[in-house]
């Protein structure tokens, strides 16, 4: 594992207050990005409204966010249900009295499958977390948005730009996002609401991590040799950091980026070229 840990990155220094007095919705809260998403954004000064199937963890990462003097609303949701996301939206903006920016990481991979083996209508459910649900909180937040002169971040993929086999029904959802996070762009940035996207690669976090060790107990690779294999097709030689990720969101969320929409930045340390 020491090659591991002499690629990765020192520690990161707290996120500037580049979101002061904004409200950001983190949806997809999980343990690596989600959770990144969401205490960075506190970091750089942001309320943060938390919305994830799982509430305990929610709760968990909104102790985070207060313990850096944000306030945090935790609310478990489905976001593929319509009701679920307007009474997500209902509560935030009861608690805020706005949202400024929504953060989309909230997402299913489907199987490692051929896509001429792929069942259509588990396609049709997985595109209703991947693509649609996006669509769905974008619609429901738009008033407030467009009020705010906010902006939107939906999380993509490198799946977009390599052409591993059995990637194809979640290469068609990420497609799909991206044409979505495109159209959402054309129809509310005149509206003063802008609309990115950000493509991670491999993110080195507990999930990832979890995965390689798991492979490494049934004894087909260790943790070490399948890092530096997909850090070997890398520039930097090493995976990006949820941190890093959530950094590249946030800047696109922040006034910093206000001449930037309908645009999709890739963030994996050089593993495909945009």
């Given at each position: 594992?020491?090659?591991?840990?002499?690629?990765?990155?020192?520690?990161?220094?707290?996120?500037?207050?580049?979101?002061?007095?904004?409200?950001?919705?983190?949806?997809?809260?999980?343990?690596?990005?989600?959770?990144?998403?969401?205490?960075?954004?506190?970091?750089?000064g942001a309320d943060v409204v938390l919305a994830a199937r799982d509430g305990d963890r929610l709760e968990s990462i909104g102790q985070e966010v207060r313990a850096l003097g944000r306030r945090a609303l935790a609310?478990?949701?489905?976001?593929?249900?319509?009701?679920?996301?307007?009474?997500?939206?209902?509560?935030?903006?009861?608690e805020f009295g706005r949202v400024d920016v929504l953060m989309n990481a909230a997402f299913v991979h489907p199987p490692f499958i051929k896509l001429l083996d792929a069942d259509l209508d588990d396609m049709r459910?997985?595109?209703?977390?991947?693509?649609?649900?996006?669509?769905?909180?974008?619609?429901?937040?738009?008033?407030?948005?467009?009020?705010?002169?906010?902006?939107?971040?939906?999380?993509?993929?490198?799946?977009?730009?390599?052409?591993?086999?059995?990637?194809?029904?979640?290469?068609?959802?990420?497609?799909?996002?991206?044409?979505?996070?495109?159209?959402?762009?054309?129809?509310?940035?005149?509206?003063?609401?802008?609309?990115?996207?950000?493509?991670?690669?491999?993110?080195?976090?507990?999930?990832?991590?979890?995965?390689?060790?798991?492979?490494?107990?049934?004894?087909?690779?260790?943790?070490?040799?399948?890092?530096?294999?997909?850090?070997?097709?890398?520039?930097?030689?090493?995976?990006?950091?949820?941190?890093?990720?959530?950094?590249?969101?946030?800047?696109?969320?922040?006034?910093?980026?206000?001449?930037?929409?309908?645009?999709?930045?890739?963030?994996?340390?050089?593993?495909?070229?945009?």
């Amino acid at each position: 594992m020491n090659d591991i840990v002499e690629s990765a990155p020192g520690p990161r220094a707290t996120a500037p207050s580049i979101l002061t007095g904004k409200v950001v919705l983190v949806s997809g809260v999980g343990p690596d990005l989600g959770r990144s998403l969401a205490v960075r954004s506190a970091q750089a000064g942001a309320d943060v409204v938390l919305a994830a199937r799982d509430g305990d963890r929610l709760e968990s990462i909104g102790q985070e966010v207060r313990a850096l003097g944000r306030r945090a609303l935790a609310v478990p949701t489905d976001v593929t249900d319509a009701t679920a996301r307007r009474e997500l939206v209902r509560a935030a903006v009861a608690e805020f009295g706005r949202v400024d920016v929504l953060m989309n990481a909230a997402f299913v991979h489907p199987p490692f499958i051929k896509l001429l083996d792929a069942d259509l209508d588990d396609m049709r459910k997985q595109a209703d977390l991947n693509v649609l649900a996006s669509v769905g909180l974008v619609q429901e937040l738009a008033p407030t948005l467009t009020a705010r002169g906010g902006s939107v971040v939906l999380i993509n993929s490198l799946v977009l730009r390599n052409r591993l086999p059995g990637f194809g029904a979640y290469r068609i959802n990420k497609a799909a996002l991206l044409a979505a996070a495109r159209s959402l762009s054309v129809e509310l940035a005149p509206e003063g609401v802008r609309v990115n996207s950000v493509a991670p690669g491999y993110i080195w976090g507990e999930k990832l991590r979890g995965f390689y060790e798991l492979r490494e107990s049934q004894g087909k690779t260790t943790v070490a040799a399948k890092y530096a294999e997909k850090a070997q097709q890398t520039d930097s030689r090493r995976l990006p950091t949820p941190d890093e990720i959530a950094d590249a969101a946030i800047f696109l969320a922040s006034d910093f980026a206000s001449g930037i929409t309908g645009q999709c930045l890739d963030v994996n340390c050089g593993q495909s070229h945009h």
